[in-house]
C-alpha cells in the first residue's frame, strides 16, 4: 500500500500553503477548551490563552502563523 504525502491531493498533485491554508477549518478548535479551567495552552488544540481569546479578530496572517506553530509541534496534521 503506498503512503500519500499529507503534502499531496488523493490524485497525487502537491498541495501548496494556499490550498492547504483553504482546506482548514476556521479555527483549530478541537471541542473541548481547557483555557475555560484555567490551563495557559489548551490541551484540545494546542493554542494559547490568548489565541483562543483574540482568533477571531486575528487577521489571516495571524491565524496562518498559530497553524504553522501548531503544525511544526505536531499538534495539527497537515493536510
Known amino acids: ?3 500519500v504525502s499529507p503534502n ?8 501548496n500553503d494556499d490550498t ?3 482546506l482548514r477549518p476556521d479555527s483549530p478548535c478541537a471541542g473541548y477548551c481547557s483555557t475555560s ?3 495557559e495552552v489548551c490541551k484540545g488544540c494546542g493554542r494559547t490563552w490568548d ?3 483574540n482568533w ?3 487577521t489571516d496572517e ?3 502563523a498559530v497553524w504553522a506553530r501548531l503544525e511544526a509541534a ?3 496534521k497537515k493536510r
Open 20 to 22: 492547504r491554508r483553504s
Open 1 to 3: 500500500m503506498d503512503m
Open 51 to 53: 489565541e483562543v481569546l
Open 8 to 15: 499531496t491531493s488523493p490524485d497525487g498533485d502537491e498541495r
Open 74 to 76: 505536531g499538534l495539527i
Open 56 to 58: 477571531i479578530i486575528y
Open 37 to 39: 479551567h484555567g490551563d
Open 62 to 64: 495571524e491565524k496562518a
